[in-house]
């Protein structure tokens, strides 16, 4: 049998994590997919399963993790991500961001792996600084709406650097700034698959506020090849991966209806509380590190994502946007 390396990816059915999934498969490792399947579709990981090298566990990262064999990498990205999910399940976010990442950081310790955590831009809150570099230590409100995924993420940093410099485990942390593509679900609550969603339905264009937010956006291709690089370094500081091209939402919206070629208009409605005004990584360290850079223009990453919703029949757009949270949901 071919000694390949092996890797454990949780949140293997997301959006990321599919994605993630591909890449690894297709540079030959084995992967092993674990998803309790929340938020995420077995359909964004099905192609995988007649392959040699793919195999899925569907399991509660919360719950003990048995892997038998050796692993040599774990990616912790199990947890709900989008403002819409971890609203209505914040226990769940809290838990596979506390007790998920020490199940995953035992794992990481008994098989002598490498783990890293899908942190994310969010750990800084809403930034007094822009852009915003690694050594910027946030602005988070712990009991804000967004407290329940800001404050878990925070923690499972926190909980890494005690592993490794505790047990000197090998660990890396991506911090991932808004990232889009196929795959994405329409209603998760985030500005660009909302306004997609809402240009094929032809409906109008709603923006919270003035529109005069900004927001930047990284194509999951260019995502994936810093989460790649960065595995294969040994930096266990936090690494800003995203694409700094930085557009006001009102732009972006006309960007989308001119893209779509809908007739709609754009709406205004107030803005969400602890929504942020501003986010822009810094992507100083991901260069200099892994000569890594974003490659795919909005134009093109929106072209994409677009053909791939437009790919899919009304019944599967629905199915996209089904939750049954009831089903997870101990009350
Ligand atoms: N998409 C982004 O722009 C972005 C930005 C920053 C950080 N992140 C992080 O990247 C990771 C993936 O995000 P995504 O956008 O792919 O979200 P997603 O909701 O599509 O994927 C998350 C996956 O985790 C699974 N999951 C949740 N709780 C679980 C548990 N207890 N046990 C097992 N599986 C569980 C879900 O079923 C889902 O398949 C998350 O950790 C998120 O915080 C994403």
């Not at 831009?121 to 050594?135: F, L, M």
Request: charge should be neutral; aromatic fraction near 10%; hydrophobic fraction near 35%.
């Amino acid at each position: 049998m071919k000694d390949r390396k092996r890797i454990l990816i949780t949140g293997a059915a997301g959006f990321l994590g599919s994605h993630l999934c591909d890449r690894f498969v297709k540079e030959d490792f084995y992967v092993i997919a674990m998803d309790n399947l929340i938020t995420g579709r077995l359909k964004n990981i099905e192609h995988l399963f007649p392959l040699e090298n793919f195999e899925f566990y569907h399991h509660d990262v919360t719950k003990f993790i048995h892997i038998p064999g050796k692993l040599d990498y774990i990616l912790h990205f199990a947890s709900p991500a989008s403002p819409i999910d971890y609203l209505k399940i914040p226990i769940q976010t809290l838990k596979v961001g506390s007790l998920g990442i020490h199940n995953c950081l035992g794992l990481a310790k008994a098989k002598n792996a490498t783990l890293m955590i899908a942190s994310t831009s969010e750990v800084y809150g809403d930034p007094q600084i822009h852009p915003q570099t690694e050594d910027y230590w946030g602005h988070v409100n712990p009991i804000g709406p967004r407290g329940v995924y800001d404050e878990a993420k925070r923690f499972q940093e926190a909980m890494v650097m005690a592993y490794h410099n505790f047990h000197g485990l090998e660990t890396r942390i991506v911090r991932i700034f808004n990232t889009y593509g196929p795959r994405m679900r329409l209603n998760d609550g985030r500005v660009l698959p909302a306004f997609i969603g809402q240009a094929l339905r032809g409906e109008d264009l709603t923006i919270f506020g003035d529109g005069m937010q900004t927001r930047s956006f990284c194509y999951v291709d260019d995502l994936v090849e810093g989460i790649f690089r960065l595995l294969h370094t040994n930096y266990y500081l936090p690494v800003n991966i995203g694409n700094p091209d930085e557009i006001t939402i009102k732009d972006f919206a006309e960007e989308i209806i001119k893209l779509t070629g809908t007739s709609q208009k754009i709406v205004y409605r107030p803005l969400p509380e602890n929504d942020p005004k501003q986010r822009q990584p810094d992507i100083t360290k991901a260069r200099e590190l892994l000569g890594w850079e974003p490659k795919v223009s909005r134009a093109e990453g929106l072209k994409k994502t677009l053909a791939y919703f437009k790919s899919l029949s009304p019944d599967e757009l629905k199915e996209i946007d089904h939750y049954n949270f009831d089903k997870y949901i101990i009350k």
